[in-house]
């Protein structure tokens, strides 16, 4: 039996007690701290959802279009100028005008020169080139009379989604009152559609927001993700094999390992500046071309797939360079056949997640041009582009109100690219793990 401090015997009862409230303290803080934990991860996933809920409301915009079906008299002097039905002539005709006929048709009480441009303008320009590719795919069809689907403007597609302008005088708005009416009245007679936006992921980029799209930017990311990747990858591998199986150890490799680690931690920015200053002015390269952007970032990216590759070597047990060696394989037998298969996995993990953050990444391709307004579709590393990060920052920039959707369906094509860049990883690491 033990005392207490007085060195008055303590009951067993009494000992008992104290023993079960200390245990029940323990208890009552293991819960409270798995309830934090739940407590915080709810809040994080809630957070995320509430963020991917508004990004994808904001996208539905982009996404989706509104055009008008009209009935349009395919007049071959406005359609065919030269007469020939050549692609050049075809190409050339005044679809403009045979839209807005088609448009005025419907409305035969606006007949005042004004009013017939404020009814017209609620046609984009688009609705115009895809006429025209309408009559060159299919020559034979002037004279005839097609039932063809307009493409409206911005907005009045931002109009019948009931996104309004609160605040702005009635003669500040983008769309008078007899325009809103006129679209009221092509809704209730059911000539306004409401269908997907392929356009949006087949067409580059535009000053119009309702024919803009992001294959300029995905071509541009792909591209620049290609440069990258042949360019970091196989000199980092080479690079970590070195250091970490034939580099002695010595002042100058300390040094070495101590300057990879800095430069992982670099701002990207510095990047930017060093391929402004070497890529650009020394060597001339082509400014906004995915080759310099590619440069750009496999320079950033090697510290990352160095320091990755490292820690797969370093992971593999002594035991297997030991067996190599022990049957009569050379060291560099040793490391390339039974080494540095081992340590793949991590490798290429390492790679595509050092490729993910690349292709996030906005400063460095500001510093070289890839800013620029580029309309046309690269086709290879040295034409003019843009990526998917800088293409979101240019339409988060634009003043149309139209241009927001376009920027959240952007951000949900990046976010796209992302994720299946890091479940690539995921599906590499394991197939490799389970071959070896």
């Known amino acids: 039996m033990s005392s207490d401090g007085a060195g008055r015997p303590e009951r067993r009862e009494e000992v008992e007690e104290r023993a079960d409230r200390r245990l029940r303290r323990r208890y009552a803080s293991e819960r409270a701290f ?56 075809l190409a050339s005709g005044n679809a403009a005008a045979v839209l807005r006929s088609g448009l005025a048709s419907e409305f035969p009480e606006v007949t005042g020169r004004s009013e017939k441009r404020a009814l017209g303008e609620l046609l984009s320009v688009g609705a115009s080139y895809d006429l025209l590719d309408r009559i060159v795919a299919e ?9 063809f689907r307009a493409l409206l403007s911005d907005d009045a597609d931002l109009a019948l989604r009931g996104e309004t302008e609160e605040g702005v005088d009635e003669a500040d708005r983008k769309l008078s009152g007899a325009q809103q009416a006129w679209l009221a009245s092509l809704s209730e007679r059911g000539r306004i559609e409401n269908h997907w936006n392929l356009r949006f992921l087949t067409t580059g980029d535009s000053r119009d927001p309702e024919i803009a799209g992001v294959q300029g930017a995905i071509r541009g990311s792909f591209l620049t993700l290609i440069v990258t990747l042949l ?12 250091l970490e199986e034939f580099a002695p150890r010595n002042r100058l490799t300390d040094l070495i390992e101590v300057n990879i ?72 037998q040793a490391v390339l056949h039974h080494v540095v298969p081992q340590a793949l996995p991590g490798i290429l993990t390492g790679t595509i997640i050092g490729m993910a953050r690349a292709l996030g990444e906005t ?73 070896v």
């Open 34 to 89: 798995r309830t934090a934990g739940l407590v915080a991860i709810a809040f994080s996933l809630s957070a995320l959802g509430a963020l991917l809920g508004s990004i994808v409301l904001d996208a539905t915009g982009a996404l989706t279009v509104h055009s008008v079906r009209l009935e349009l008299d395919l007049d071959p002097a406005q359609l065919d100028p030269y007469g020939d039905r050549s692609p050049d002539s």
């Open 139 to 147: 020559p034979e069809l002037l004279g005839s009379r097609l039932e």
């Open 231 to 242: 360019l970091s990858f196989p000199l980092g591998v080479a690079a970590a094999i070195y």
């Open 261 to 332: 680690n800095n430069l992982a931690a670099v701002p990207s920015i510095v990047f930017g500046l060093l391929g402004l200053a070497v890529f650009l002015n020394v060597f001339g390269l082509p400014r906004s071309a995915p080759l310099v952007g590619g440069m750009v970032l496999g320079l950033m990216t090697l510290p990352t797939v160095i320091i990755a590759a490292r820690a797969a070597l370093s992971a593999v047990p002594p035991s297997i360079r030991e067996a190599a060696l022990g049957v009569g394989a050379s060291p560099t």
């Open 363 to 435: 400063a460095p391709l500001l510093m070289i041009g890839m800013v620029a307004f580029i309309v046309d579709l690269p086709t290879g590393p040295t034409d003019p582009s843009t990526v998917l990060p800088v293409q979101i920052y240019l339409w988060a920039e634009a003043p149309e109100r139209a241009f927001a959707a376009r920027t959240a369906a952007a951000i949900l094509v990046l976010l796209g690219f992302l994720v299946t860049m890091n479940s690539v990883a995921v599906w590499v690491r394991r197939r490799f793990e389970s071959r």
